[in-house]
């Protein structure tokens, strides 16, 4: 069974990086792309890009300027850095599997809750 | 982007009737290379993740019950629950993935009448 966890601060200062990581168990990160989405409180949820093992990766335009991901094969971890935070960017992240390099996401994290406050 | 809508917004509906949900995409997701549509259906319950329903717009996800089926195609498409169970609370997206970034529409909402 593939589970993904997320993990990382979940409070994040104006202006400040926010950093996420997805930690994944029952498959290797080598076999998909993996992706980061959220979900404003009460609201939809937004694509934030994905990355593949060989590094690889694709951001929403939207949001290009500041994000970076990462992945640690050693781990079968990937990560998120969101630079320059504001108030729009609280919300629940959630880490997942992305089927294909533009499909549809089958395993997701059971999100956690970044707040931006100082 | 492609914008994708839903409607309604919210549906109640009793116990073991059929509940419909509509989903339509700014521009066609019809995708020519295998004659599918580039659609899926996530299932949203209050604290959860989503969960995969159905992808290629009417093709069930591996567990999903059979009373969930999707339809439609080009710009228009249609989730629908034939038999309404308590356990089918909770909000319904769809999203495209026929060109990046992918999109998800509003959600739908769908409760016990």
Known sequence: ??????????????????????????????????????????????????????????????????????????????????????????????CARLV??????????????????? | DIVMTQSPDSLAVSLGERATINCKSSQSVFYSSNNKNCLAWYQQKPGQPPKLLIYWASTRESGVPDRFSGSGSGTDFTLTISSLQAEDVAAYYCQQYSTTPPTFGPGTKVDIK
Do not use: H
């Open chain 1, 100 to 118: 294909g390099t533009s499909g549809w996401f089958d395993y997701w994290g059971q999100g956690t809750l970044v707040t931006v406050s100082s």
């Open chain 1, 1 to 94: 069974q593939v589970r993904l966890q997320e993990s990382g601060p979940g409070l994040v200062k104006p202006s400040e990086t926010l950093s996420l990581t997805c930690s994944v168990s029952g498959d290797s990160i080598t076999t998909y792309y993996w992706s980061w989405i959220r979900q404003p409180p009460g609201k939809g949820l937004e694509w934030i890009g994905y990355i593949y093992y060989s590094g690889s990766t694709n951001y929403n335009p939207s949001l290009k300027s500041r994000v970076t991901m990462s992945l640690d094969m050693s781990k079968n971890q990937f990560s998120l850095k969101l630079t320059s935070v504001t108030a729009a960017d609280a919300a629940v992240y959630y």
